[in-house]
């Protein structure tokens, strides 16, 4: 069956068999090979020094590619026209398109197979992996100031001979961009400027240095990344005395990082910096192709955990942003834009169309069952209908910018969206991590990837919609937006799995598709879509739950195959799998490798990955004995 899938075109391939959890490799199907492009510490930046675990500095962190990737594209460049070939829909690589133009040519013939902008966000660090203990405060000042180095963003430009081959990255040259803590960020919307934006350092509320804890993301119709500031909190010692304070997780503790010992805006306790974490749990906005242009936090899509952000095209031309705050109980939202987006490709309607998330209305989700609230019952057993389904509506928090919350104005609707939201009856998620629409039918699709506490200690117990208590496995929302219109106010949903390892757990669900011929999975977290439509979903959390390693899996969504979840590749011990990235036209898959080796420490690694040094052997030039975060690449061969 894998050599069938590995002699036919596109991505066909026979499910691997997940190893244990303790498994240090990259398992990928037969008839496929796998290797990093890119790794913690490998120079992008002129003046950048191949990576010496023993030499770091956060002079150089700041040249280098940072920790943890998490949210990863892949994106064609046509370095003669720079952006201007995005025109609303992002081209093909290479060869399939236009198969009578020659292989490696693109769409009327532009060659987009040889080079490309790789961009990642670098969501947190793990500084056990990353550095030896030590006892001396400079020493430790600096390990500190390597950590903030190597959180944010960055942008590599790759490049290769031919189509569907791996990919090499490019050290330096002018797209290369590393985006970090103390990058400036501009503040639009209607919070910009606001008194809940100002501090000392910006008295006037529109430029924040630093983006913290960039989860998902999602790259736009018009060509540019969205990344979501997720868990921004912990990143703060604050009064922790505000219901804000408590309802996002600000404390008067002090932080795991220790930022605050080393720059005094992170101690919102400090006069003039009380509003410092009011600029952060924003989406932002970076332009790849324009490498000048300052990154952008759009506070019109509200402020909380976001994970990310994934935009449609409504029929109308409004970019319609869908988002979900990953937190136990939290929340489903949307941004649709008040303007529609131009498709020209000047300069001139490219700036335009940064701003289309500038202005706009928000929303949250409520959903609504059709069973009786009595069928369930908390294990995930399906109701009489057979299926866990209903109706929902989209609550607006605000309306072209104006709130539509009591109590809140313009500015605090948005800074304390999760207040504004609770007072709206917003339904209580199980963790909502990526949300993203299909390019090819318009549904969207809601990783909710568990929630321990459904049910426990007075909390909300099993609704329709989060079916099972101390959802341990997850599941996946299919939501169907009324009228095939991005910008309905009501929609239908229905669950399209119920997740868990069906050998051990009869509650598991897969779209009604045979449970025993499925891939056992666990914890949903990012999802993509490939050319045909099919979802991909990478985990985050099985080792802990049904005991194999993190993955990455294939799901159809239409036809008999609809349910049919089948596991792609696993990722190495502690490692969470993100991107993910499918290029099925292209015949490559790519996965940001999170967290190797977590819960090792540099004196007893757990993990290898990516560089595999043999034991009692040096680290070669660019090399790490330990584990190193990498954007992986797997194709055929
Ligand atoms: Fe950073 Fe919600 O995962
Ligand atoms: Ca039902
Ligand atoms: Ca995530
Ligand atoms: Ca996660």
Redesign the pocket.
């Known amino acids: 069956e894998a050599t069938k899938g590995a002699a036919s075109r596109g991505l066909a391939f026979g499910a691997i068999q997940a190893p244990a959890a303790t498994v240090d490799e990259v398992v990928v199907p037969t008839g496929y090979r796998w290797s990093p492009i890119i790794r913690w510490g490998d120079p992008v930046l002129a003046g950048g020094a191949a990576f010496d675990a023993d030499a770091q500095s956060a002079e150089q962190q700041l040249l280098q590619f940072g920790y943890n990737n998490?949210y990863l594209d892949i994106l064609p460049l046509d370095d003669t026209r720079g952006a201007a070939f995005w025109n609303g829909k992002k081209q093909e690589f290479g060869r399939t398109r236009n198969k009578g133009r020659g292989r490696d040519k693109g769409p009327k013939g532009r060659d987009t197979a040889r080079k490309a902008l790789l961009v990642a966000n670098h969501?947190y660090v793990n500084p056990a992996i990353m550095f030896s203990p030590t006892s001396d405060p400079a020493v430790l000042a600096e390990q500190r100031r390597i950590q903030m180095a190597a959180q944010g963003m960055a942008v590599v430009q790759l490049t290769r001979k031919r189509s569907s081959t791996p990919w090499v990255y490019s050290p330096v040259n002018s797209y290369n961009r590393r985006i970090h803590t103390g990058t400036a960020f501009e503040v639009d919307g209607p919070a910009a400027g606001s008194d809940l934006m100002k501090t000392i350092d910006d008295p006037a509320g529109r430029t924040v240095l630093g983006t913290l804890g960039n989860?998902a993301g999602g790259t736009t119709p018009w060509g540019t990344v969205l990344s979501g500031e997720?868990n921004f909190n912990g990143y703060f010692r604050s009064a922790g005395t505000s219901a804000a304070d408590a309802r996002y997780g600000l404390r008067d503790a002090e932080t795991s990082g220790g930022w605050e010992h080393v720059d005094p805006r992170f101690d919102a306790r400090s006069a003039g910096y009380e509003n410092e974490p009011n600029r952060f749990g924003w989406i932002v906005e970076v332009d790849p192709y324009e490498p000048t242009t300052a990154p952008v936090k759009h506070t019109a899509l509200g402020r909380f955990k976001h994970?990310g952000a994934n935009v449609l095209l409504a029929p109308s031309g409004q970019a319609v942003a869908y988002m979900g705050d990953?937190e136990r109980f939290d929340y489903l939202y949307k941004f649709v834009s008040t303007d529609t987006m131009r498709n020209g490709t000047s300069s001139k309607d490219r700036a335009f169309n940064r701003t289309l998330l500038s202005t706009g209305s928000l929303y949250v989700a409520r959903f609504t069952g059709d069973s009786p609230a009595a069928e369930i019952d908390g294990t995930g057993t399906l109701p009489a209908d057979g299926s866990f389904d209903g109706t929902g509506e989209w609550l607006a928090l605000t309306l072209d910018g104006v709130s539509q919350v009591e109590g809140f104005d313009d500015a605090s609707v948005l800074v304390h969206a999760r207040l504004a939201a609770d007072a709206l009856g917003a339904t209580k998620m199980d963790r909502c991590?990526d949300v993203e629409p299909s390019p090819t039918t318009g549904h969207v699709y809601i990783a909710c990837t568990n929630n321990s506490d459904r049910g426990k200690d007075g909390k909300e117990g099993a609704t329709e919609i989060n079916p099972r208590l101390s959802n341990r496995d997850g599941h996946i929302v299919e939501i169907a937006e009324d009228g095939d219109d991005a910008t309905a106010t009501t929609f239908t949903w229905n669950l399209l799995l119920v997740c868990g390892d069906p050998a051990k757990n009869v509650s598991t669900y897969f779209a009604g598709f045979p449970r025993e011929k499925v891939s056992p999975i666990s914890c949903p977290?990012n999802v993509a879509f490939d050319d045909s439509g099919n979802l991909w979903i990478s985990t985050?959390g099985q080792p802990g739950t049904i005991g194999y390693a993190d993955g990455l899996f294939k799901v159809p969504l239409t036809g008999a195959e609809r349910g049919h979840v089948q596991q792609f590749l696993s990722v190495p011990v502690d490692a969470e799998t993100c991107g993910p990235v499918i290029h099925e036209d292209d015949e490559m898959v790519f996965v940001a490798v999170q967290h190797p080796g977590e819960d090792g420490t540099v004196a007893a690694p757990r993990s290898f990955f990516p560089d595999y040094v043999p034991a009692g052997t040096a680290p070669g030039p660019g090399q790490s004995a330990g584990p190193r975060p990498a954007v992986v690449q797997v194709w055929k061969g």
């Open positions: 998490d969501e989860c997720e994970e990953d991590e977290d985050d």
